[in-house]
């Protein structure tokens, strides 16, 4: 879609609630063609030892656009600010907090949000990982109004995508995140002049994408060569899926699925030195991996590690667990 076909309406003041990268295209594209009115975002963070303060691309984007920004601690009990400002539409992607209902209640047009999911499936804070990892063959994105329960809104449009065999959830996240501007873009207009639709959602279809936690990320080489392909893919580029290797966190960042078969192997044992990796054996075959990060040293390819472990001989019949 051309975003300069959309018709312009600088009349209607907005607000815009958002947080991170995937929010950056949503909110440029807005600002182009409407009145962005302020942005809200997530407090800013202290990131590493020094403790730098780190803001979220959403309020570089409004302080580039000279954009009054608000940034409550906790939006429950730090609304009024917001509805002071009396805008005729809220528009939220991926901001990070629960929306009060008072603040849903406040503008005249409602409150709307950009979700990375064809809803009702994956609803929560992590569909985009939660696709590839559970094998999901398409995704996309949910314009809906919302409610007081999460992504539970009703359906204004929506517009899929085809998640492709070699895709992450870096590389899907790049598309929908484009997706969702000009889906949202095409919309408007529709929610404007009060013809869009509104479709509920059906409730005996509903699936999760809680936000992703620590032990989701450790790998289980009991489960498929699929499935653990899924996961790899899935949490890649963050927060990346893992095992232990002699104790330590050995991040897998890539991998390919392999269906050799080695029946005296045990589960998770390192079986065979491939040119461009090494294979490990799954509960139905074998999972071959091709780049990893070990604990404490950088991401590398797998012969990298290879090469650098001391007795790299005796790497076949270790076991990752």
């Keep these: 879609m051309n975003i300069e076909n959309v018709n312009v309406d600088k009349e209607i003041k907005i607000i815009f609630m958002g947080t991170p990268e995937f929010s950056v295209p949503v909110l440029e594209g807005l600002i182009e063609k409407y009145k962005v009115r302020a942005v809200v975002t997530q407090p800013d963070k202290k990131v590493g030892r020094d403790g730098i303060i780190s803001f979220s691309p959403i309020k570089k984007v409004a302080q580039k656009h000279t954009i009054l920004v608000l940034q409550p601690e906790k939006i429950k009990n730090e609304y009024q600010e917001i509805i ?20 849903l209640d406040a503008p005249r047009l409602g409150c709307i949000n950009v979700h990375a999911s064809l809803l009702p499936k994956l609803r929560g804070g992590a569909p985009i990982h939660k696709a590839i990892i559970d094998g999901y063959s398409k995704t996309g994105i949910t314009i809906m109004y919302m409610n007081e329960k999460m992504d539970a809104g009703d359906i204004i449009s ?5 998640i492709e065999e070699n895709d992450t959830a870096s590389t899907l996240h790049d598309k929908l995140k484009i997706l969702g501007r000009d889906l ?28 992703i936690k ?20 899935g949490l890649n580029s963050w927060p990346g899926a893992y095992c232990l290797y002699e104790g330590k966190i050995l991040k897998i960042w890539g991998c390919y699925q392999s269906y050799e078969i080695y029946p005296t192997a045990f589960i998770g044992e390192i079986t065979k030195i491939y040119k461009d990796g090494f294979g490990v054996k799954t509960s139905n075959g074998e999972i071959v991996i091709t780049e990893v990060q070990l604990e404490g040293k950088k991401r590398m390819s797998a012969i990298e590690f290879i090469n650098g472990l001391p ?11």
């Design 214 to 233: 620590r032990e989701d990320e450790k790998l289980d080489f009991n489960k498929t060569t699929r499935q653990i392909y899924n996961q790899v893919r």
């Design 311 to 321: 007795n790299k001989e005796k790497l076949i019949g270790k076991i990752l667990s």
């Design 84 to 103: 002071d400002l009396r805008a005729d539409l809220i528009i939220t992607c991926a901001y990070g907090q629960i929306i009060p209902k008072e603040l």
């Design 184 to 211: 949202l873009l095409e919309t408007l207009p529709s929610i404007i002049d009060g013809t869009s639709t509104r479709t509920k959602q059906n409730e005996n279809e509903v699936t999760y994408a809680f936000t």
């Design 158 to 162: 929506q517009k899929e995508i085809k």
